[in-house]
């Protein structure tokens, strides 16, 4: 009994040395800021895992830690905003991550990119040779652009692949040499004419599926999107085996040789594909939902089975009738307020982020929906917490009545509600069920949606 619980001791020891593989320490202008560590498997989807999540203390200093299996695209958020790393097992980084202060005036696609600097990293030099070949790579391309892709002279692609191996010597890693690869092919297909045929017989045909490397992935998007409608099939004979079932369907799509040679990738093509017929008209949504689930029962590779769990973890958030995050926030008065305050009614969300042309014009149609609607639909408005003065001063001025809140450090609500843009609106139905997110801005149909939606 005392050898077995010595034996557990170490066991459990070495669990705990073993399960944070990866440290990062670093330093952010943004002080007492939520910091959170993602890491991507699945970039198909582009859905992460969460690894670890702390918040920057009065200096901006922070810890992050997480386990990885293999080398893996990272992603650190501070706050909402965020920029990538690559993460390796068994590596530190000591970072410095500078988030700018963003003008009033400025729209979301605008804004100035938070940026990252790596003082010392222990991961065998792969970030910094993928990033240095990445700078290399985008320097040929502004400084050649006609010569490359108007000209299409493929001697400045070679041109990029000396100048990798005179300025990033020493590249061990495959995952840098499929980096730099994969972007040597997306210039390619850039200039090829045969449509992506070569790329494809040189890049995928044969090769291994590099699920977790982005250059890869990108390329495979931009390559196989649509592939259902390529000239390798028949569209008639190809809806009749769509509608038949998933048997026929794999049956005809393997009449192209490239899907039968490579049954792996010719999976994730397949999967690729029905995933975007989930957005057509409901019967083709229907059909294509019921192949991605056969195939997730029976696939032999975990990686189809993660991307398609995690497709309908995302096709089903925010989707009509599904529950909608509950969340309790302070009015301008400092009285709680929840969503759940209103689940026998009728709601609109507002997130706001300041005042502008926009939203002032915004509030204005919103105040008439308002007074039309009466008491049917009970608008929220959130705002965020360094812009609730501003708003508080407006609401008294406009003599807006409805419920201003204090979004405060509940800054997830955001990515709750997919909120990317400001003003952003959410329709929700009673039992706080999802009615439409994103729902249109007041002066674009709001009115007219609320009425056919609910009858108001």
Known sequence: ???????????????????????????????????????????????????DQSQTDAQGHFILEGNVKQILPGRIYVGLEYVDLILSP???????????????????????LPTLRVKRA???????????????????????????????????????????????PNITSDYVKNHNRYKIAAIKLGISTDGGKKIIKDYYDGQPVLYTQSAYIDLFKELFDGYF????????????????????????????????????????????????????????????????????SRTNYEEHKAIISDFFTKYERLAPGTAATDFTLKDRDGKAVSLSDFKDGLVLLQFVDGMSPVAERQFSELRDLH?????????????????????????????????????????????????????????????????????????RYLGERVTKMFGK
């Not at 692609?157 to 000396?162: A, M």
């Not at 509608?243 to 369907?249: D, K, Q």
């Not at 608008?379 to 360094?386: E, K, S």
């Open 122 to 168: 222990t991961d065998k030099n792969i970030y910094r040779q993928v990033i240095y070949s990445e700078e290399i790579i985008n320097a040929y391309m502004t400084e050649h652009f006609n010569q490359i892709y108007r000209g299409r002279q493929l001697r400045y692609i070679d041109s990029i692949q000396n100048a990798i191996s005179r300025e990033v």
């Open 1 to 51: 009994m005392k050898r077995k619980i010595i034996t557990l001791f170490f066991s459990l020891l070495f669990l705990t040395a073993s399960a944070q593989n990866v440290t990062i320490t670093g330093r952010s202008n943004k002080t007492n800021t939520l910091m959170r560590l993602f890491a991507y498997e699945d970039l198909v989807n582009e859905t992460g895992i969460l690894l």
């Open 90 to 112: 068994n590596a530190s980084y000591d970072i410095e991550i500078l988030v700018p202060e963003q003008q009033e005036s400025v729209s979301y696609f605008e804004k100035e």
């Open 371 to 443: 007074n039309q609607w009466q008491d049917s639909v009970q608008i929220l408005t959130i705002a965020a917490h360094d812009k609730l003065d501003i708003l508080k001063k407006q609401f008294t001025e406009k003599r807006m009545d409805w419920p201003l809140l204090d979004l405060g450090d509940q800054i997830l609500l955001l990515e709750a509600y997919n909120v990317r843009t400001f003003p952003e609106y959410i329709l929700i139905k009673r039992n706080n069920k999802i009615g439409e997110a994103p729902a249109p801005s007041p002066e």
């Open 229 to 296: 409608n390529s000239a390798a099939y028949d569209s008639h004979l190809l809806n009749d085996a769509f509608g038949e079932g998933p048997i026929s369907l794999k049956k005809y799509l393997a009449t192209d040789p490239l899907m039968a040679k490579n049954p792996q990738l010719a999976e994730l093509i397949t999967i690729f594909n029905l995933q975007k017929l989930c957005y057509g008209d409901r019967s083709t949504s229907h059909l294509a939902k019921g192949h991605l689930a056969y195939i997730g």
